[in-house]
């Protein structure tokens, strides 16, 4: 893979939570990067640390239990996991932003929308109270809330499920960040609405030209609105490329039981409707994972060698990497 990421570059990072039950290795030795005005898609299952692999990006990883242990994240090649946290204040909110998954439990149920987003302006670019109330409403306009002036005014539980979300996306866009963070915003919304919401993602990336980070389960949103995906399992990056070619050709077992999961209309049997493909099993705990590859006990290619040894990333073909024993150079 390019090494010239020109925005994001996350090196072997590890992020784990010290509990009365052990030690949760969330995220174990994740490396990617993101390039300006790049959406990169991370897609997993949950409990795979696509989350904990962007909360730890915004340090926002709660300080006991967890800690990130090891690896470099660079900022426009600056490492932002030695800066002191009141510097790192500034860059949240205003060079990284956040959208996060549930907006009614991100929003606070105290403050109008309005005076929420005003907050942006003030803390990040000393606006006056006023000016950082004009701010706001122009950017509930911007997310194709009606009525902005009057909404700014209302309070969280005043909105629907979609107008919390577009209000969420206002707050991470209002200082204009060079890069993005969207953990499952579309999860909690009808089809419609998500759609909506993808479609004002895409079009504000153009108008602002923030990189975005988008974690999903969803294949579908991936396909979407990414040009790049990866694939996580069990807190490793199981597989990585152009959304292209990971559709076209999956080379992971995790990631073609993925695909084969996703509901196909119309699809029938000789016999009637096909039921729908399930991936046996379930993720493995983060306290006791597999010596060799945490997929094994659930993949129909398994192989004795997956069981015991540590399977390193290759990369097949220019910007495709896997980790798997099936394509392992020994």
Request: with cysteine.
């Amino acid at each position: 893979m390019s090494n010239n990421w020109d925005l994001l570059e996350v090196q072997e990072l590890k992020t784990y939570f010290y509990t009365f039950d052990g030690i949760a290795r969330a995220v174990e030795g994740v490396s990617f990067g993101l390039n300006k005005g790049e959406t990169l898609g991370i897609v997993g299952e949950s409990g795979s640390g696509k989350s904990v692999t962007a909360l730890s990006v915004m340090r926002l990883i709660p300080e006991p239990p967890g800690r990130i242990v090891h690896g470099r994240i660079l900022l426009n090649g600056n490492d932002i996991l030695h800066i002191p946290m009141n510097e790192m204040r500034d860059i949240m909110g205003n060079r990284i932003s956040m959208i996060f998954q549930e907006p009614m439990t991100s929003l606070n149920p105290l403050f109008t929308v309005g005076d929420q987003i005003s907050g942006m302006f003030i803390r990040h670019m000393n606006l006056s109270k006023k000016e950082s109330w004009n701010r706001s409403v122009e950017m509930l306009e911007k997310v194709q809330i009606p009525s902005p002036e009057k909404r700014a005014h209302d309070y969280p539980h005043q909105l629907s499920g979609g107008m919390r979300q577009r209000v969420m996306i206002a707050m991470a866009l209002s200082c204009d960040p060079e890069m993005l963070i969207a953990d499952e915003p579309t999860t909690a919304l009808d089809v419609t609405i998500q759609a909506q919401v993808l479609d004002l993602m895409l079009q504000l990336k153009e108008d602002f030209g923030a990189s975005i980070l988008m974690i999903t389960h969803d294949l579908a949103v991936i396909a979407e609105i990414a040009q790049r995906v990866i694939v996580m399992y069990a807190g490793r990056v199981v597989e990585e490329g152009d959304v292209f070619t990971i559709f076209e050709n999956p080379m992971h077992p995790y990631t073609r039981a993925l695909l084969k999961s996703i509901p196909k209309l119309g699809n029938r049997s000789k016999s009637g409707r096909e039921p729908l493909h399930v991936i046996k099993g379930i993720v493995p705990s983060l306290y006791n994972l597999p010596a060799g590859c945490s997929f094994y006990p659930r993949c129909p290619e398994a192989m004795d060698i997956c069981k015991t040894d540590p399977i390193e990333i290759v990369e097949l073909e220019e910007n495709h990497r896997v980790r798997c024993s099936l394509y392992s150079p020994n």
